[in-house]
């Protein structure tokens, strides 16, 4: 739900960058399955913000297009995999993740807990939740659920 890092500044970028996941995914949505692009929208908006406050917006922008730029090139060697666009923002939200740990190492998440007929919330750490990110994306590729 969120996490326990205070910021001072709206998260433009983020807004942003959230929203070109979004319209990645209208564009091109025979190239990718719903459920990757739902975690990684909602991982970018819970971690993004604290990443973006904390590096600024001019140094998070760079961070992001480092990511995509790197997905692109892996992409291009590869020639396999989702449109460009959509690819790119998965690069930015994978940079944007992996950039949280080191800048928060110790920072918590509120996370709600739903399980049949129980609901709770639960602080975790974040390297936790980071850790369900990556294994989900490793599950949807093994799978073939990133893909439609």
Known sequence: MKDNITRERFPSLTVALLALLAIAYVLYPRHTGLAPTLLDALFLALFGPSVEDSLGRVRFGA???????LALTVHAF????PALLLLGAWGATAAVLGGYLPLHPRARVLTLIVVPFFATLVELPAIALLGVW?????SFGALGLDRR
């Open 63 to 69: 961070l992001c297009l480092l990511g995509g730029g």
């Open 78 to 81: 590869l020639n396999v995999g």
């Open 134 to 138: 990556l294994v989900a994306q490793v």
